[in-house]
C-alpha cells in the first residue's frame, strides 16, 4: 500500500497511487510489492545524473518494471528520457500518460505515443492502466 498522504506532482501520479491501492491485495497474494519514487536509476546527459521513477513495480522473479506517468511532457524530459534509454538498454519503463494521442509540440505531427514507440518504450493511457496487467 502506498501512503495516500505523500506528496506527489500531480493528480494523474494520486489517481495511479489509488489505482494501485486498490488493488494492493491481488498484489500481495501474488508477492508483488509498488513502491512511489523509490528508486535512483542512473544516466547520463552530458553530466552523470540520477531518475527517479514516479513508480516502481517489483516482480517476485526480481524484475523491476518502472511507470513514468505524464500529463504534459516536456521536450526537457523526452530528452533525459532517451538519455536513461541510451545508457539503460534493458530498462523497464512504462509511460502511463493522460493523453497518449498529445503532440510533442504544435508543429509536429510526432505523438507521445509515436515517441515512446521510436526509443523503445512500452505506454499506455491511464484509462486504460491496469496494474495487474503486469504481474503475469
Known amino acids: 500500500m502506498i501512503d495516500n498522504k505523500r506528496k506527489t506532482h500531480s493528480g494523474l501520479e494520486d489517481r495511479i497511487i489509488e489505482h494501485i491501492n486498490e488493488n494492493n491485495e491481488k498484489l500481495k497474494e501474488q508477492g508483488i510489492e509498488v513502491d512511489y519514487e523509490c528508486e535512483k536509476i542512473k544516466y547520463t546527459q552530458v553530466l552523470n545524473r540520477k531518475y527517479t521513477p514516479d513508480f516502481t513495480l517489483y516482480l517476485k ?57 521510436k526509443l523503445g518504450y512500452k505506454w499506455v493511457s491511464e484509462k486504460d492502466f491496469n496494474i495487474l496487467d503486469y504481474i503475469s
Request: proline share 2%; net charge positive.
Open 61 to 117: 522473479n526480481g524484475e523491476e518494471i518502472h511507470f513514468e506517468t505524464k500529463g504534459y511532457w516536456r521536450t526537457s524530459d523526452r530528452m533525459k528520457h532517451k538519455a536513461i534509454k541510451l545508457c539503460n538498454k534493458d530498462i523497464n519503463i512504462v509511460f502511463v500518460f493522460q493523453n497518449p494521442n498529445n503532440k510533442i509540440s504544435k508543429k509536429s505531427k510526432t505523438t507521445y505515443a509515436d515517441y515512446c514507440d
